[in-house]
């Protein structure tokens, strides 16, 4: 059996949930794209240097950090409270389980818009969260959709090249 057809096969998946996690706020979408291009590194169609895989790494780890950051700082920006964050989590988790495509961003704003009326916000102000907690989970998932992008393109390129 051929060890490097494995690992291929392990990376190739990792690359796949990596992109999943892009939109699913359970899974580090650039930290598992990361670990299927270091993995890609232990095979024979590969051999990246120390700098190139700790810039990855970096950029990897950054993006996850501040995709952590972007929803919370969208949200009270907007006004929002610790519920209507709380709330757009749960509104992505179901959106993305039961309506997707849309769910994925119609779930967080909706979220967010009924965690902040059930906690006595009024229309404007239930709003205005529900709007910042959608823009900081766009302004999120872009960036990391973008570094998953570039891990996967260096991927790509290293198999095609």
Same mark, same amino acid.
């Given at each position: 059996?051929?060890w &490097?057809?494995?690992?291929?096969?392990? $990376?190739?998946?990792?690359?796949?949930?990596?992109? !999943?996690?892009?939109?699913?706020?359970?899974?580090?979408?650039?930290?598992l794209?990361?670990?299927g291009?270091?993995?890609? &590194?232990? +095979?024979?169609w $590969?051999d990246?240097?120390?700098?190139?895989?700790?810039?990855?790494?970096?950029?990897a780890? $950054? $993006?996850?950090?501040? &995709?952590t950051?972007?929803?919370?700082?969208? +949200?009270?920006?907007?006004?929002g409270?610790?519920?209507? =964050?709380? @709330?757009?989590?749960?509104?992505?988790? =179901?959106?993305?389980?039961?309506?997707?495509?849309?769910?994925?961003?119609?779930?967080?704003?909706?979220?967010?818009?009924?965690?902040?009326?059930?906690?006595g916000?009024?229309t404007?102000?239930?709003?205005?969260?529900?709007?910042? %907690?959608?823009?900081?989970f766009?302004?999120?998932? @872009?960036?990391?959709?973008? !570094? %998953?992008?570039l891990i996967?393109?260096?991927? =790509?390129? !290293?198999?095609?090249?």
């Amino acid at each position: 059996m051929d060890w &490097d057809i494995l690992i291929l096969v392990l $990376a190739v998946l990792l690359q796949i949930a990596g992109l !999943v996690g892009c939109f699913v706020p359970v899974l580090p979408g650039p930290l598992l794209n990361f670990a299927g291009l270091w993995i890609l &590194d232990y +095979t024979r169609w $590969a051999d990246f240097s120390l700098s190139f895989i700790l810039l990855f790494l970096f950029l990897a780890l $950054a $993006a996850q950090i501040i &995709d952590t950051v972007i929803p919370l700082w969208g +949200t009270k920006k907007y006004g929002g409270s610790r519920w209507g =964050i709380r @709330g757009a989590t749960i509104g992505l988790l =179901i959106g993305f389980l039961f309506f997707p495509p849309f769910g994925i961003l119609l779930g967080p704003f909706f979220g967010a818009l009924i965690a902040e009326y059930l906690h006595g916000r009024n229309t404007q102000q239930a709003m205005r969260s529900a709007w910042g %907690s959608l823009m900081g989970f766009l302004a999120g998932t @872009g960036l990391k959709l973008m !570094v %998953s992008l570039l891990i996967l393109f260096f991927f =790509i390129r !290293v198999l095609l090249f």
